[in-house]
């Protein structure tokens, strides 16, 4: 099995850990194992936990990286990396990074349903189990399509987009990629499809609900945090808006210090920052980067280190 994908901003982000040769380290979203191979390279007698979702993925990784023993490779979802770990008798760590998004094999493998470029079955499932992105259109209510659409697609024609889908999943059941993209293009205004590919929202708002997206990344954030050993870091790529805010609010959170009113002489509330970040804005792709690799265009990386 080869999983193709280039992985963003890698020199960034390895460095962002400040690698010890010893240490433990965690790659929640190994993809291909571009960021894996990296951290591995750093170390001596340390471990790598390489975590991923996608069958795919781990199937790779473990091939990739059987020869080296400070490898581990376990299938799941980095939001459930604290209970992952712990029971493999880890409970602290020195250092997180998580690479969110979809990967370039998702996105270039037809059958995985995540393009409204190619005509493929309806999925979108990044572990390739549980409900699709086909379960949903047919489904789920007018109300909840428009709610989603809006809410994780953040795209002001959810609710002629929505109805669009429901009056066609009345004449036949949508099961293909393209007849989702076709419809959406239909119901928006004529201006709207001369933008950019109208269903490039939808898609994205339905993809984050099949895989519970930013709740996974809330729970793998605080997760990760709270394994963190002290003056280990938490690296973070982001690829849109939405998880971009859960990110820096989750860290500008750790990094808050007393929250009494300004007016108090002393503070009462006794609360202490419990982290510092080490870039206080965003990194971003280079130039070179975004030349080779157009996809990193959207990606920003935010770095915290425990206190």
Known sequence: MKFDHISVMPDEAVAALNIKENGI????????????A?????LSNGRLISIDRDPDAVLTVKER???????????????????????????????????????????DTDERGFSFHKDAPLDMRMSQSGKTAADLVNKLSYEELRDII????????????????VEARAEKPIKTTLELAEII???????????????????????????????????????????????GRLAVITFHSLEDRIVKQKM?????????????PVCVCGNKPKAKLV?????????????????????KLRVCEKL
């Open 65 to 107: 990286f059987k020869n080296e023993p400070n490898s581990v490779v376990i299938m799941g979802c980095f939001g459930d990396m604290k209970e992952l770990l712990n029971k493999r008798g880890l409970y602290v760590v020195d250092g997180v990074l998580l690479d969110i998004g979809v990967s370039s094999h998702q996105l």
């Open 185 to 231: 293009k239909q119901s928006v205004p004529q201006r709207v499809r001369r933008e950019g590919h109208p269903a490039r929202k939808t898609f994205q708002a339905l993809r984050i609900e099949v895989n519970s997206e930013l709740d996974q990344l809330e729970k793998g954030l605080d997760g990760a945090f709270e394994m963190l050993a002290k003056g």
């Open 279 to 299: 870039a206080r804005k965003p990194i971003e792709p280079s130039a070179e980067e975004l030349e080779n690799n157009p996809r990193s265009r959207s990606a």
């Open 25 to 36: 380290y965690v790659d929640g979203t190994a993809g291909g194992g571009g960021h894996s």
């Open 252 to 264: 500008a959170q750790w990094c808050q210090g007393c929250t009494c009113p300004k007016d108090f």
């Open 150 to 165: 809006y809410k994780y697609g953040e795209d002001k024609y959810a609710p002629s987009i929505a109805r669009g889908i």
């Open 38 to 42: 990296m951290i591995l390279a750093r």
